[in-house]
């Protein structure tokens, strides 16, 4: 006779199938779940890019939750469709008309969710917030709208209209070359304006800059600051969804640790690499390292609103006082070259037939001695506390000018400040000489000569020499007001002779960027621009 089995035997094992399949299931849906972790280099200053120039907000904001009227191509400066599908420009090159992308979704937070797809009304609100100070929006988070101010975007948009709900007319004051290509450019990153609205009827509408509502690849979903940043994929993204399902900012100074967490694979990508770690990463066939010219220069800033930084021959001393080539082998290690101009020779219209200062200790004391510091004087070098692309260690770079400084008998105090502190003093003019550095955001000259040395910038903090010099600013705003390429070179090149002349910088170097990486990390391409984005990305199994 054949034995059956009992009935509670039965309903046991079925339930016992049940829980190993539903386990099975979500465990399965969890490894399947593609998680892509990127090693940074510091908290991002916050979460609205239109307050400001970090490469590290950008990364953590601008090109990850938002997009832009236009794009630069990923890995080049080619400027392609964004959010507007086409676009005339006038024959006089002062009318911009932009026809937008249709179907396209916001993000979704805790607390809101969009009632309509992306429109005119999001462009305007987003600029006019920047441009209109009587916009209820301007005052919100008490922050300056930098890029929009170092730019003189506000004068060079005469008005902005929106004929109908699909389209968007820049009319501009003046012929401006790059004006495309600023527009693809973070602090034009486009927000929502239904939910500025909803936060302003809520009372809260910094939630607009805390917790941003954009059109980008990817949604924040938890913050921690100095640790960690999550997204998550935006299902609904106008592009198709991200590979990556989930993209995990990993917040790590220290590069010493950021290069262990890649080794240990804790960490798919870092950033700002130590030079003396390159060869051994180059050399380990568990790491990928990608490496370019780095569109960037760092710089030593005087700020020639304080004595004796207004006298021409101080600033020419102490250029001549300066061992670029000592600072190249112990900062840099080779993965740079010394900078002469304040645009990189990778870059139009820089000039080679400029002649840089030679490190000549001797004729810096003649210089010192014409301009009446015969003995020398006290100073300070502001050294950045964090490695950034053009600079991978600004406190040894401090201490060699300091050396070199002190043997034309100049007195050096190193000082440093905690980074968003340090950007905000300098941009104050706290400092008496700062360094700083600089990496191209959209590929044209004027976002280096205009950006950083013009008498707008001046005013407004993003040029930290306070020098604004008639000539040199004639000739880079008469090259923004002319479309054809040789007569702007002309103009750059001759303002390239002005600067090293004045002075107001010591440039020291242009560096090679590294970028090391898991080699199952496909589809990344390195930005001309120095910022990092992962959509396109993936994984291999």
């Known amino acids: 006779m054949k034995k059956g089995i009992p009935i509670l035997v039965v309903v046991l094992i079925v339930v016992a199938a049940a829980v190993w399949w539903f386990s099975n299931s979500e465990d399965q849906q969890v490894a399947e779940a593609t998680t892509f972790v990127y090693c940074s280099e510091a908290s991002p200053e916050g979460f609205n890019p239109a307050f400001y120039t970090s490469g ?77 100070e009587s916009h209820p929006y301007h005052g919100v988070s008490n922050q300056d709208y930098a890029y929009f101010g170092y730019m003189g975007m506000a004068d060079a948009i005469a008005s902005l209209t929106a004929p109908d709900d699909m389209t968007v007319v820049f009319k501009l004051s003046a012929p401006n070359a790059p004006f495309l290509a600023n527009l693809a450019m973070d602090f034009a990153s486009i927000g929502s304006a239904e939910y500025a ?90 790491i990928s390292v990608m490496s370019a010219p780095g569109l960037n220069v ?100 401090a201490e060699l000018i300091q050396s070199d400084w002190a043997a034309v008998g100049v007195d050096a105090e190193i000082v440093s400040y905690e980074w968003g502190e340090y950007l905000d003093r300098t941009s104050n003019g706290d400092h008496e000489t700062a360094m700083l550095g600089w990496t191209g955001d959209n590929g044209d000259p004027d976002n280096f000569l205009n950006t950083l040395l013009g008498c707008q910038a001046a005013a407004t903090g993003g040029n930290i020499a306070f020098w604004c010099n008639d000539e040199f600013n ?28 004045e002075a107001p910088w010591i440039t020291v170097a242009h560096s090679v960027v590294y970028e090391p990486m898991s080699p199952s990390v496909q589809g990344y391409k390195m930005s001309p621009f120095g910022v990092h984005a992962f959509y396109g990305v993936s994984l291999a199994e």
């Open 197 to 286: 609205a909803a936060m302003m009827e809520a009372g809260t509408p910094e939630m607009v800059d805390q917790q941003p509502i954009g059109t980008g690849p990817f949604m924040l979903t938890d913050y921690q600051q100095d640790a960690v940043i999550r997204y998550t994929a935006h299902p609904d993204y106008w592009e198709g969804a991200a590979d990556i399902d989930r993209l995990v900012f990993s917040i790590t100074p220290d590069a010493s640790v950021r290069y262990a967490k890649l080794k240990s694979g804790e960490c798919h990508h870092m950033v700002y690499p130590n030079p003396a770690d390159i060869a051994e990463m180059q050399a380990d066939s568990n």
């Open 298 to 397: 760092g710089y030593l800033a005087f700020n020639t609103e304080k004595a004796p930084f207004d006298n021409k021959l101080v600033r020419q001393a102490l250029n001549l006082a300066t061992n670029k080539a000592s600072i190249l082998e112990a900062v840099y290690q080779g993965a740079g070259e010394a900078a002469k101009n304040p645009i990189p020779p990778t870059m139009w219209s820089y000039n080679d037939d400029v002649v840089d200062y030679d490190y000549d200790p001797a004729r810096a004391r003649e210089l010192l001695a014409q301009a009446g510091y015969p003995n020398g004087f006290e100073t300070n070098i502001w050294a950045m506390p964090v490695q950034r692309p053009y600079n991978p260690n600004a406190r040894r770079m």
């Open 474 to 501: 004639t000739l880079v705003n008469d090259a923004l007001r002319v479309s054809d390429i040789d007569q702007r070179t002309a103009l750059y090149e001759q303002a390239q002779l002005v600067f090293k002349e």
């Open 56 to 132: 590290t907000t950008f990364d953590a904001a601008g090109r990850t939750m938002f997009n832009r009227l236009v794009e630069f191509e990923r890995g080049g400066t080619a400027v392609n469709p964004g959010l507007a599908e086409s676009w005339e420009i006038s024959d006089d090159g002062l009318t911009y008309t932009f026809h937008l992308r249709d179907g396209v979704k916001f993000h979704t937070n805790h607390g809101f969710t969009p009632s309509r797809d992306f429109n005119a009304e999001d462009v305007l609100w987003s600029f006019n917030r920047q441009m209109d």
